[in-house]
């Protein structure tokens, strides 16, 4: 098979040594191929069995093309069950520093250390949740809840971590929304919602390069996504052009021929969770030699898992799988630059932040502590005591060290002459002896969400509810009480409804510290004294109440039927003023914008190019560019993301405005900097779903650049003939 390959990835920036070759990749399989027997095929697509190998997933060596026993181990934020490896910040902190250079060294070091303990195929990055309901479990293992920022940061994670040589599995394919019923909701959603938002970021995957996408547990249109020949089939290999492989969650396969025929290309783990139940392995031979599923189709199955395998050259010098490898060489540097980066200053009253070196500061709350019965207590992180530093499931890593706030505000206070005094515990009693007298109070919340195979205080994956957990209202009432300067400090997996602590004049600022990961406290002490500006924004709206959203976890089946309007685009056509949009956050300097340039030509008319992968090529040609000069108004350097976003046509029925571009400029006191947005022709097109193609409208597209959703500093138009 030739498929021809795109040398430049709009938007995205190629890691040196990435592979996205994939014809010279087939040609390798094909010959191997051509030396395998119809069983050691079935072999190559059937895995060993649950808890049958060294990995999480596993398949047979074939020893006579040298194909080794492949090693799949999650997840998406590092080597689940490595006893020596980097636990990295989950992706909903990669999307709150809006750097592509940052989500880009993230998938190089996840990489560098899957490789480092022989580990093929790391399962991730995730984009399904996209985060449509607030309270969905596993939220935080993904990007956010905007496909544009969403799909950048797939992509740069798969080609930092393709370009180390190690597959990426984009995952969960597709509309696996919540937790509740999450192995046998259906998924009902309608195609133009389907391509402008849940596939957008797997276009995205696939135009990287993407290895391997894994369908997700749930169905669509009653119909499971293993065996779903629309998603698989139609929308992932023929429409977006992906050459690599499609495998199941773990036991998400309900069939032998119909999956097989649907497009489903590797089962895992490869039998049920009892070792009873093997839909493929002989069953499958069985179905090739009844005729049910052709020989062909198994052929194909074996020619993309090679081809993925040779990809990313793992046919040469791969090392053996050993999870106690020690592999965290200096990548902590990329834990604390995401966990400070993408902490997101919500409210700054009087420049109460950064410190000036206070003479006392109170440390309130459990989770300003590492957890007391150890960092790594919980089995995948399933509990939240003490310090929040990623979700649970089995999205996580054991942490090698945890450096909790209050570990790593008391070195910084050593030096400054500081005095701390603290009750972290959840009880109010101790809050008024610990706050009273000092300079600033600090407390410490959290809200914890993740896989429905857990539940942690009464929630199944998904939350309950938006509010703080461990009574965090209560406990910034009772500092507030003993103090005139409440600073709170948020670890959360998302939103939380902050109405009872902002209705409190004590509370003068809100650090939004999301999920740090490893380096918690050295990440926020980076910013509390100031060494950093903050310059994370949000990638979800925070609401004023809950129904708001306008999104809720439901069963059975869902409907999507808010369709294309999640989070702002809800926002904005509904009128709803939300607390801080998506998009904000403050700095410890202002920036100001000025002189917006619009330039290009583009026609009207639906996309024309041949289907590479990602979808028509020329969808990712640039139509228009956009610039913008933004200034750092204020006394200290920072860095601003200057977001673009657009406003179709009428005629396009589109959100009122959507993502379409962003660009974070570090900036000296004083310094300007151009802000270049590149519009690919994808950026201006909706679905046509009579078409079944994107298309641009004609007429006036209204072209914003801001410093978030609602702070538009900048406007323009485009006329499109
Ligand atoms: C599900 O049904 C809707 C409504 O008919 C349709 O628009 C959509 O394409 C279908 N999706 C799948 C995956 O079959
Ligand atoms: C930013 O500008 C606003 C409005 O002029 C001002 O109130 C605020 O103090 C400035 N903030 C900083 C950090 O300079
Ligand atoms: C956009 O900018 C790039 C880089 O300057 C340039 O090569 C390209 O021609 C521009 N495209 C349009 C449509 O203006
Ligand atoms: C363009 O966007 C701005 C900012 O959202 C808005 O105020 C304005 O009404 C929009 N213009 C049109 C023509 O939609």
């Known amino acids: 098979m030739r498929v021809e ?23 390798k399989a094909n010959a191997a191929l051509a030396k395998l027997s119809s069983a050691q095929k079935v072999q190559i697509v059937t895995g060993v069995g649950w808890n049958k190998g060294p990995c999480v997933g596993n398949t047979p060596a074939i020893s006579t093309i040298g194909y080794p026993q492949l090693c799949l181990q999650d997840g998406p934020l590092g080597i689940r069950y490595g006893k020596s490896v980097t636990a990295f910040t989950p992706g909903i902190q990669v999307a709150s520093t809006w750097d592509r250079a940052l989500m880009n060294e993230r998938g190089k070091f996840m990489g560098e250390e899957a490789k480092g303990t022989g580990v093929h195929v790391l399962l991730g990055p995730v984009s399904g949740p996209l ?89 669509l249109n009653s119909t499971w996504a293993c065996e779903n020949d629309r998603i ?113 200053l919500l409210k700054n009253d009087g420049g109460i932040l950064p410190f000036k070196k206070p003479a006392k500061l109170a440390l309130i709350g459990s989770a300003a502590v590492v957890n007391p019965q150890g960092m790594n207590a919980c089995s ?6 003490g310090a929040l530093g990623m979700g649970w499931g089995s999205g996580t890593a054991s942490y090698p060290y945890f450096v909790a706030p209050a570990d790593a505000i008391r070195t910084r206070a050593t030096s400054d002459g500081t005095t701390i005094s603290t009750s972290t515990t959840d009880s109010t009693s101790g809050v008024a002896s610990a706050a009273s007298g000092a300079d600033m109070a600090i407390v410490f919340i959290t809200a914890d969400s993740g896989e429905g ?129 998506f998009g904000f956050g403050l700095s410890y300097t202002n920036f100001t914008y000025a002189g917006i340039k619009v330039t290009g030509a583009p026609t009207s008319g639906p996309a024309t190019g041949d289907v590479v992968p990602g979808g028509r090529a020329d969808l990712f040609e640039t139509i228009a560019n956009v610039t913008c000069t933004i200034t750092n108004s204020g006394a200290v350097t920072g860095s601003e993301v200057a977001q673009l976003y657009v406003g179709y046509p009428a005629s396009a029925s589109a959100p009122p405005k959507q993502l379409r571009g962003f660009e974070k400029l570090p900036l000296a006191a004083g310094a300007s900097g151009t802000a270049t947005f590149t519009l690919r022709r994808k950026d201006l097109s909706y679905w046509d779903s009579s078409l079944q193609n994107w298309v641009v409208p004609s007429g006036d597209f209204n072209i914003t650049v801001g410093a978030s959703s609602r702070d538009i500093r900048q406007v323009a138009t485009l006329a499109v003939a």
């Open 380 to 385: 995948d992180q399933g509990c939240n005591t």
């Open 453 to 581: 195979y857990i539940t942690v205080e009464g929630n199944a994956g998904d939350r309950n509810n938006l509010d703080p957990w461990h009574g965090g209202n209560a406990l910034v009432q009772a500092a507030a009480q003993a103090n005139e300067n409440v600073i709170v400090v948020v670890h959360t997996v998302g939103p939380i409804i902050l109405e009872t602590i902002l209705a409190l004049p004590q509370v003068k600022a809100i650090v939004w510290a999301g999920l740090p990961s490893q380096e918690s406290g050295n990440a926020l002490v980076d910013v509390l004294y100031g060494s950093t500006a903050p310059s994370g924004k949000l990638p979800y709206t925070i609401a004023k109440t809950a129904a708001d959203y306008g999104t809720a976890t439901v069963a059975g089946s869902d409907s999507f039927s808010e369709g294309l309007f999640i989070d702002y685009k809800h926002f904005d056509r509904a009128s709803i003023a939300p607390r801080y949009e």
């Open 232 to 344: 698989l089939n139609q929308l992932l290999k023929k429409e977006l052009g992906f050459q690599g492989y499609v495998m199941t969650d773990w036991n998400a396969q309900h069939s032998t021929a119909a999956s097989a025929n649907a497009g489903l290309d590797m089962t895992m783990p490869g039998s049920d969770y009892n070792g009873g139940t093997v839909l493929w392995g002989s069953a499958l031979s069985s179905a090739v030699s009844s005729g049910q599923v052709q020989q062909s189709r198994v052929d194909d199955m074996v020619r993309r898992i090679l081809a993925a395998w040779y990809l990313t050259g793992q046919d040469t010098g791969f090392p053996s799988i050993n999870l106690n490898a020690n592999v965290q060489g200096t990548h902590k540097t990329n834990v604390r630059a995401v966990g400070r980066d993408g902490i997101v």
């Open 131 to 219: 985060g449509k309901i607030p309270t969905g479990g596993r939220n935080w293992e993904g990007f956010g809840v905007d496909p544009y920022l969403a799909g950048i940061a797939m992509a740069e994670t798969i080609s930092g971590m393709q370009g180390a040589g190690v597959q990426a599995s984009a995952k969960h394919y597709i509309g696996n929304e919540q937790e509740r019923e999450r192995d046998t909701i259906s998924s009902n959603i309608d195609d133009r919602t389907m391509h402008e938002l849940y596939l957008w970021t797997f276009a995205d995957a696939v135009q990287a390069g993407a290895a391997s996408v894994m369908c997700s547990y749930n169905k």
């Open 5 to 27: 390959v795109l040398t430049a990835l709009a938007g995205a920036s190629l890691a040196v040594g990435q592979t996205t070759d994939w014809a010279s990749a087939y040609t």
